[in-house]
């Protein structure tokens, strides 16, 4: 258990007083039941046994910040960081700030934020691998990094900002509530350090002494309604009609009628003329996600094409050369998601929360998909076509379920930009165009029927039109949020002219496919490929580039995009005291995975197995 010391303040320690039964949610805080059998079970702490003697150890705990008192001295972040050994690029506790009015009216209003222990973790059902686990005593969120394949979902998903990808280690950690300092009745070490008497914490709705306020909201702090967070805030002090934040996301925070803050467009962060901004597009880490997803719709789409048109005869038995060009594009895709994990050699974690994960979804659907082309093609290579309706099946029911939560994974409430349909009208819509297109091409080395080109251009070209009302759509649905207009901002301003190329391809694709229909000939099939193409990858990259999340306010320095492109850029990120690590790609280690194999017993293995299979 952890060592108490013998000279403990007082304040240290948890105060056991009467508590509420349900929150503010109507959610019951006793975590789980007098009966229940998850009760006097140890968390097995650094391989200790004891169960800590907490009267309230069942009941959910979480933070409360009073916002008056802090005056911004990061003590609780350095607590933090020395207990539980953060490296300087990370932290598990983050202070940022917000301001307003000018001098002599200024105001500054600091924001102390670590993992809120959600009621409904949003990171816990988004983790593929099932990293996370909400635990009955305190209702701590707690994620296992040795686990973690670092994807990254749970970064996307999380509205706080709470997990930590790590680039160096290749893995995510977090704030664990100092679980260890609970079990013998000690405040989480940030609390404990506080020099303001700002942070406290103990079983929630507990209001503090000398605290008269248990607020769900202040200015930056994003909506309850994703994951019933489990913080409070007093803040008392008025503030100015409009706070803005010091770094450089385009966001600030205007005061409604009924004294809440709603996030709008901040437009003078910087300059509202258009640029290119392809070094930043291009050099992007989460470009990986943008050749995976154009490879595998594309082909999907193509597939589509090829098993319809033999099904009703069109065209003869699959080409051997087109099948196998198919399983290397997709192939290719799926070696560029996986390289992009922190862990590569990992990758079949990824299908270990198939009950809650759209992550995990995605990859079965994908991967029942490409197991379904390689069994065309062996059935195409031996001849056997009589089973060719089962393989066509599982590629259908795999492009089903992997083209769905392809989609349904970037629906995140916390990243407005992607949370529209207008994701499902890009990914589908290239399906059709890009998809029909690829076939075409490939399927010329054949022959190909006029009737055919012009029934693959016509959906080309309503793939187009559902793609163009979708972004049409997405404009206006933009205006809703203050994170949906600070990232059409962006994409208007710091990648506007390639925007605009993107827009005006679109009308001139939908011109070559006319054409197309018109004189079919293969340098203009193969011109309206390549224009598509570079307009899908051009849209997928700005839709990766441009998002804003509902993250918490950071710094002039800490926890700001702008700074952290800077000191890469001018090399100041090589010194450690910056905080700044760039991202990076990391090898696929052959040695860490055979070690896994070796040390993991056949029962163990079939022991995960069942796991997954029931969630």
């Known amino acids: 258990m952890f060592k108490v010391r013998s000279d403990e303040p007082e304040y240290a320690f948890l105060w056991d007083k009467q508590t509420k039964t349900n929150n503010c949610y109507g959610d019951k805080i006793e975590t789980v039941s007098k009966a229940d059998i998850r009760r006097e079970v140890s968390l097995n702490i650094n391989g200790d046994g004891e169960i800590g003697e907490n009267p309230n150890r069942y009941k959910q705990h979480g933070f409360y910040f009073n916002a008056d008192n802090c005056i911004g001295c990061h003590a609780c972040e350095s607590a933090c960081s020395e207990k539980n050994d953060v490296p300087s690029h990370l932290a598990f506790r983050s202070v940022g700030f917000v301001e307003g009015g000018s001098y002599p009216n200024y105001q500054r209003l600091n924001i102390s934020m670590a993992c809120n222990h959600c009621d409904d973790p949003v990171c816990l059902k988004g983790c593929p691998t099932r990293a996370y686990t909400k635990f009955a005593e305190y209702g701590a969120v707690l994620q296992d990094p040795d686990i973690c394949f670092g994807c990254g979902y749970c970064t996307w998903v999380c509205p706080y900002n709470a997990p930590q990808l790590d680039p160096v280690k290749g ?12 079990e013998v009745g000690l405040k989480p070490a940030c609390v404990a350090a506080c020099l303001g008497n700002a942070l406290d914490f103990g079983v929630i709705e507990s209001v503090p002494e000398n605290r008269e306020q248990a607020k769900t909201s202040m200015p930056g702090f ?18 100015q009609r409009d706070m803005t934040r010091p770094d450089g996301m385009p966001v600030k925070y205007h005061k409604q009628d009924n004294g809440e803050f709603k996030s709008t ?45 033999d099904l009703l005869g069109v065209i003869g038995s699959p080409s051997i050369l087109v099948l196998s060009l198919l399983l290397i594009l997709v192939g290719y895709g799926l070696f560029k998601l996986n390289m992009h994990l922190g862990k590569p050699q990992f990758f079949y974690r990824g299908f270990y929360n198939l009950k809650h994960s759209p992550v995990s979804r995605e990859i079965a659907g994908v991967s029942l998909f490409f197991t379904g082309l390689i069994a065309i093609l ?19 029911i795999g492009f089903a379920l992997g083209s769905y939560y392809m989609m349904k994974l970037y629906l995140i409430p916390a990243r407005s930009f992607w949370n529209h349909w207008q994701t499902g009208t ?14 075409a091409l490939l399927q010329s080395t054949s022959v190909i029927q006029y009737s055919t080109i012009v029934s693959i251009s016509m959906v080309a070209i309503l793939g187009l039109v559902v793609e163009s009302i979708g972004l049409i759509a997405h ?49 203009l099939l193969a011109l309206s490929f390549f224009s598509v193409l570079l307009s899908v990858y051009l849209g997928r990259i700005l839709f990766y580039a441009v998002v804003i999340p509902t993250t918490m306010p950071g710094a002039f320095f800490w926890k700001n995009d702008q700074f952290k492109a800077h000191a890469i850029k001018s090399g100041l990120s090589d010194m450690p005291q910056m905080g700044i690590m760039p991202e990076r790609h990391h090898k696929f280690d052959v040695a860490a995975l055979l070690k896994v194999i070796k040390e993991t017993s056949i029962k163990a293995a079939f022991t995960q197995l069942k796991a997954i299979v029931k969630g």
């Open 265 to 309: 467009l901040d437009d003078q962060k910087h300059s509202a003329d258009k640029q290119w901004g392809l070094k930043t597009l291009l050099n992007s880490h989460e470009n990986a996600h943008a050749i995976f997803t154009i490879c595998t719709q594309a082909v999907m789409g193509a597939s589509l094409w090829l098993m319809a048109l």
């Open 378 to 396: 062996v059935l195409q290579v031996f001849a056997l076509d009589v089973l060719m309706p089962a393989a066509y099946g599982i590629t259908f």
């Open 222 to 239: 994003p909506t309850t309604d994703i994951t019933h967070p489990n913080i409070r805030f007093q803040q008392t002090k008025n503030t």
């Open 475 to 523: 404009k206006k649905s933009n205006q809703k949020t203050g994170e949906g207009q600070a990232a059409d901002f962006e994409q208007s301003t710091t990648f506007g002219k390639t925007e605009r190329l993107r827009y005006t391809l679109l009308g001139v694709n939908m011109l070559l496919i006319f054409a197309l229909m018109a004189n079919p000939s293969l340098w």
């Open 426 to 439: 890009a990914f589908y819509g290239t399906m059709m165009s890009l998809g029909g297109l690829l076939f």
């Open 171 to 182: 893995q995510v950690s977090k704030c664990n509530m100092c679980v260890d300092r609970l």
